[in-house]
């Protein structure tokens, strides 16, 4: 399956018919730079996921306008055809007030549904006020949608948690358009949700789309139970389907993936090989006569990035042999700074990362190397091709692309994943090291055997990873979301 097949796939089952795209993170944001303008791609797994398939179709893409020179570059109703230099779909950019993306964005979805959702022991916040501006937000995302259809067929495809409340909109503003939503994280089960203060609407928000995704089957038996449980409707197990307004929303798994081919090209770029080349002047050559250790995360305390430390960290105690032979090279791009879990976090890392260096270093060698920045794409495929280990070890996660990222760019069939078995890639990886990331010694024993894994056993088991991935990849996604489609509902015929 590639982007062509995809794209004609499409185009058969929507007959025609407009996709659009929404989501809050663009694609692409345009920042303010010394002497101009610079695109930004967003360290986000659902923007890496979602690009490939928006270049495919075509289309609109609906999302926040969050870039420094967003506005410096849309026409008068926001809008910028994207990719500038490749023109493939068009960027809809709808525009927030400061205190609207704090409601909206900084409050309800990632103080709130983000820590309810993921339960790693972050309390949510709730606030009503919040939750009248998300609804706010939510409408002006749909006022923006209906003008993007235009009043003709559509498929509207949306993303994620900040959107719960918009498919109820747009079933009741256009009961004709067919509605897709993906939910990126995942669903906690209904003990954890019951304390959502707004349950009621959020899930009959939801229930307005005719298909709802999820990444695993467990996270779509939550939501089953979820609303079983928590509200009228008529749930129904044998078709997985959910019937509240006389129409029924089909609750599917849909684990999704990157684009394996495209990776594995970009990995041998000169693009790439220059971020190599940058990161060893900055690092120093001696860093390639150690075992790379790396991680490549959005600084989220849902990542397990001090646990991934502490462990390192123990490794080396444990084993002082390894001094001067192993190093943790950790890219970090700093995410939602204006909340006050992620500020804690921020500094939690600082420090860590002052002490272990300090507990370990010699003249020569230091154990962990932590670069905090947005490291763009190329930079993070150079980080795989440099890695001995790569680490994910997040204590929940929807799925985690970073793992899936850097099986395909290992072209070589070497390396060692080190995965978290509370990611929804594990399902799928079972060649993956698999680690419980709250367990420290047992996370320090992992990384202790991917340091002394055969070369044999590393490439046994990549290879099998490879094939993995190789037959599901982001565009086998996207054909399975639009199949299903197929399978229940009536595409409107254009006129
Ligand atoms: O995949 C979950 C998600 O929240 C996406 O919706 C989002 O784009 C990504 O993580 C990164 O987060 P943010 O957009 O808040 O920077």
Redesign the pocket.
Known sequence: MDAKYLGGLISRITKGAKVVIV???EPAMHERDVGGVRIVR??????AALEPIVRATGGTWVAHGSGSADRLVTDDKGRVSMPPEDPRYTLRRVWLTRKEENGY?YSL??QAL?PLCHIVYTRPRFSRQDWETYRDVNRRFCDTVLEEVEGGPAIVFI????LALLPRMLRIARPDLTLIHFW??PWPNREAFRIFPWGEELLDGLLGNDVLGFHIQYHCNNFMDTVDRGIEAKVDYERFSIFRGGRPTHVRAFPISVDFHQIGKDVASQRVEEKHASFIKELGDGILETKVFVGAD?IDYTKGIPERMKAFDLMLKDHPELRGKVTLLQLAAP??THIEEYRNINEELDDLVDEINWRHQTEDWTPIRYLRAHHDYHAVLASYRMADVVMVTSLHD?MNLVAKEFISARADGDGVLLLSQYTGAARELPDALLVNPYDIDELADAMFEAFRMTEKERKKRMKRMRVQVQKHTVYDWGAKIFEALEGILPVREVA
């Not at 993303?159 to 900040?162: E, F, G, M, P, V």
């Open positions: 989501s809050n993170r967003p360290a986000s797994g659902m923007v964005y979805s990632n983000w993303q994620d948690y900040h990126h994280i959005r995410s939602r929807g």
